[in-house]
């Protein structure tokens, strides 16, 4: 009877304890959400592509969507991702910049360049960190035509995303590369300022100060050694 009584209670409890439906995989932190979607396999797949579209789904909801696609396996969702980054919703757009993370290096770079140029603000700041991560020296040129683009700028300020491509060009300085960084030294933006130096010093292989001191008075130094006079 104790034997039967014992075995009735574990078949209750294993009944009592129903099935994570995957919209709320898509509420646990990634590598949980990622290692839960793996063992759905094809079910999983179906359901994130179906998801990240659907518009009457949460935001939150399909952007975790799209970035689970790029952890769990981008190349298998190459063509969710490839729909996601021509989106017309800035967020799905986002999100498959940072999908595109674990993907095919050369073609992360491709479009992460490409979307230097999109028209939000918050998409172009990931394209930038994409290409920081990436190490993509390659879009180097992009990176300094954007630099100066009327879109990053909102009337005379200088946007945030400015001191994001200045980090990324002070990363791929090199040897015959000063005269660029000359240039940020007497931006208007001040947060451009301290990866200017940065940039400074590598490209010449000179510093000229400890980079504990505050970062105006390295930028005086730079000045004078450049013999550059601010008008």
Same mark, same amino acid.
């Given at each position: 009877?104790?034997?039967?009584?014992?075995? !009735?209670?574990?078949?209750?409890?294993?009944?009592?304890?129903?099935? !994570?439906?995957?919209?709320?995989?898509?509420?646990?932190?990634? #590598?949980?959400?990622?290692?839960?979607?793996?063992?759905?396999?094809?079910?999983?797949?179906?359901?994130?592509?179906?998801?990240?579209? #659907?518009?009457? !789904? !949460?935001?939150?909801?399909?952007?975790?969507?799209?970035?689970?696609?790029?952890?769990?396996?981008?190349?298998?969702?190459?063509?969710?991702?490839?729909?996601?980054?021509?989106?017309?919703?800035?967020?799905?757009?986002?999100?498959?910049?940072?999908?595109?993370?674990?993907?095919?290096?050369?073609?992360?770079?491709?479009?992460?360049?490409?979307?230097?140029?999109?028209?939000?603000?918050?998409?172009?700041?990931?394209?930038?960190?994409?290409?920081?991560?990436?190490?993509?020296?390659?879009?180097?040129?992009?990176?300094?035509?954007?630099?100066?683009?009327?879109?990053?700028?909102?009337?005379?300020?200088?946007?945030?995303?400015?001191?994001?491509?200045?980090?990324?060009?002070?990363?791929?300085?090199?040897?015959?590369?000063?005269?660029?960084?000359?240039?940020?030294?007497?931006?208007?933006?001040?947060?451009?300022?301290?990866?200017? +130096?940065?940039?400074?010093?590598?490209?010449?292989?000179?510093?000229?100060?400890?980079?504990?001191?505050?970062?105006?008075?390295?930028?005086?130094?730079?000045?004078?050694?450049?013999?550059?006079?601010? +008008?």
């Amino acid at each position: 009877m104790i034997l039967l009584l014992l075995c !009735a209670g574990l078949v209750q409890s294993a009944v009592a304890v129903p099935l !994570a439906s995957p919209e709320s995989l898509l509420e646990r932190p990634i #590598d949980q959400r990622v290692k839960a979607f793996a063992q759905l396999k094809d079910g999983g797949h179906k359901f994130l592509g179906q998801i990240a579209f #659907d518009k009457n !789904a !949460a935001l939150q909801t399909r952007w975790r969507a799209i970035t689970t696609m790029g952890r769990l396996n981008a190349a298998a969702f190459s063509k969710e991702i490839d729909r996601a980054l021509v989106s017309p919703e800035w967020f799905v757009r986002n999100a498959a910049l940072i999908a595109l993370l674990n993907d095919a290096r050369p073609r992360a770079v491709e479009f992460s360049t490409a979307l230097l140029a999109d028209r939000a603000l918050v998409v172009r700041t990931q394209a930038v960190r994409n290409i920081i991560a990436l190490n993509a020296r390659e879009a180097e040129p992009a990176l300094w035509k954007a630099l100066y683009e009327k879109h990053n700028y909102k009337g005379r300020e200088s946007l945030w995303i400015r001191a994001h491509m200045a980090e990324a060009l002070s990363r791929f300085s090199g040897p015959g590369k000063a005269k660029n960084f000359e240039r940020l030294l007497l931006d208007p933006d001040t947060r451009l300022h301290k990866w200017a +130096i940065t940039g400074l010093e590598t490209a010449t292989g000179m510093r000229l100060s400890d980079r504990k001191e505050p970062v105006e008075v390295r930028r005086q130094k730079w000045l004078a050694r450049l013999g550059v006079h601010e +008008i």
